[in-house]
């Protein structure tokens, strides 16, 4: 797991749960990063949000080396809104 934040990392157990089993499933069927497409995927990345019914479905899913996977889940430092009202 190349998750950046410490306290969300889940120990590895030596029997796969189904949710190891279904992510290994579609890394074997993907194995190349989708985003660089060079190196090998290592993370099943889902683009829906947890709770969503369609989550684990292939067609919403990534998969990612290790760096891509960093990349998408950064945060944004900053947020900047401007606005188009006129100013007296």
Same mark, same amino acid.
């Not at 890394?27 to 989708?34: F, K, N, V």
């Not at 969503?52 to 960093?70: S, T």
């Given at each position: 797991m190349s998750n950046t934040r410490p306290w969300r990392a889940k120990?590895? @157990?030596?029997? *796969?749960?189904? =949710? $190891?089993?279904?992510? +290994?499933? #579609?890394?074997? !069927?993907?194995? @190349? %990063? $989708?985003? %660089? !497409?060079?190196? *090998?995927a290592v993370e099943a990345h889902h683009r829906l949000r947890k709770g969503? *019914? #369609? =989550?684990? /479905?292939?067609?919403?899913?990534? !998969?990612? %080396? /290790? +760096?891509?996977?960093?990349h998408t889940h950064r945060q944004p430092l900053m947020v900047v809104r401007i606005s188009l009202a006129k100013l007296k």
């Open positions: 120990p590895r @157990t030596s029997k *796969p749960n189904s =949710r $190891q089993k279904r992510n +290994g499933l #579609f890394l074997d !069927a993907h194995p @190349t %990063c $989708q985003h %660089c !497409a060079s190196k *090998p969503h *019914p #369609f =989550r684990n /479905q292939w067609e919403y899913m990534e !998969a990612l %080396c /290790q +760096g891509c996977h960093v």
